[in-house]
């Protein structure tokens, strides 16, 4: 217990401290997306960059781990979609953003931090794998089964290659995506490219938690917390399970090295949740709740995980 609580302490000590700055206006609310702004589009993009350098990738892209991690956050946009619509009595469009709620995780601002210091760098290759195709795999998917269940939507043609086009400028797949280029050629960073790109790298866990603490302050919990509470167990319970029943009973992956896609999948919800519901206008309140509420109860889900995987 005391080496679970030495993993996970000081994440959510940031991102208490992070609230509490803003909440009490020692940190000004409008610079909380700079903050997160920052992160998404350089600090981490540098971090994958030089990851992606040095990645073995007999051992980085590892299907029988990214594949599960997938057939859960796929089964969880199902499940929650459909008891959004029998259960509430929501409409289509509107299950499906709640079914979105419960698959997009936080994989950056909370995963990276959470799964360097339970793992360390032996779990980051296969962690930078699945980052780098949880965006543009989760928004297609979502904006596709989006327009097929609206009664409104536009074509099908046109929200694939809308997802696909943002998923390209996505500057953490262009870090990604350059850094497997460099890797593929060889390059090898020395000098200024080297100091600078470490310098922006190292600042991801501290700025992207105090960030994503300071954010907390937009959300309140409203009539829909229930709602929020099924996106939420789906997100930290229910899609690490699915995870973990289809990598070591059903393919015998390793259980040490499955826990690194398992805890990932245990991540609270992803800013993306809140952009994509306000995207097609539907269930806005249910993604605000579920970021608010996940994020809390990750603490003690979180917790639960790695006391069952082993920290």
């Known amino acids: 217990m005391l080496s679970v609580l030495n993993v996970i302490a000081p994440v959510f000590i940031l991102i208490g401290l992070g609230y509490l700055a803003v909440r009490v206006r ?9 903050l997160i702004a920052y992160v998404n589009n350089f600090a981490t993009p540098c971090l994958l960059f030089r990851a992606m350098l040095d990645v073995d990738f007999s051992t980085a892209f590892n299907i029988t781990i990214i594949g599960p991690f997938y ?3 796929v089964a969880v946009l199902t499940i929650g979609a459909l008891t959004a619509h029998h259960l509430f009595k929501r409409r289509p469009g509107e299950s499906v953003s709640i079914g979105f709620s419960a698959m997009f995780t936080n994989t950056v601002l909370v995963g990276i931090p959470i799964m360097q210091r339970a793992y360390g760098d032996e779990a980051m290759p296969i962690v930078y794998s699945i980052i780098g195709l949880h965006a543009p795999i989760l928004m297609t998917l979502g904006m596709f089964v989006m327009e097929l269940a609206r009664r409104d939507g536009g074509k099908v043609s046109g929200a694939l290659w809308q997802g696909l086009r943002k998923s390209l400028a996505n500057p953490i797949l262009i870090g990604i995506a350059l850094g497997l280029v460099g890797n593929l050629f060889g390059l090898q960073l020395s000098g200024l490219p080297d100091e600078v790109t470490l310098l922006l790298a190292s600042t991801v866990m501290p700025v992207a938690l105090f960030g994503l603490g300071g954010a907390l302050n937009e959300y309140r919990l409203g009539d829909t917390w229930v709602a929020a509470l099924m996106t939420s167990g789906l997100q930290l319970i ?3 399970a699915i995870a973990w029943v289809v990598m070591v009973p059903i393919l015998g992956v390793d259980p040490h090295i499955a826990r690194y896609g398992v805890l990932l999948a245990a991540m609270p919800a992803g800013i993306n949740v809140y952009i994509f519901a306000t995207f097609y206008n539907r269930a806005m309140d249910v ?3 579920t970021i608010l509420l996940s994020t809390v109860l990750s603490l003690f889900t979180i917790t639960g995980w790695l006391l069952i995987l082993g920290a």
Do not use: C, S
Request: glycine share 16%.
């Open 71 to 73: 057939i859960g956050a």
């Open 26 to 34: 020692f940190y000004p609310q409008e610079g909380v997306r700079g």
């Open 287 to 289: 993604a605000a709740n």
């Open 238 to 240: 229910v899609h690490p």
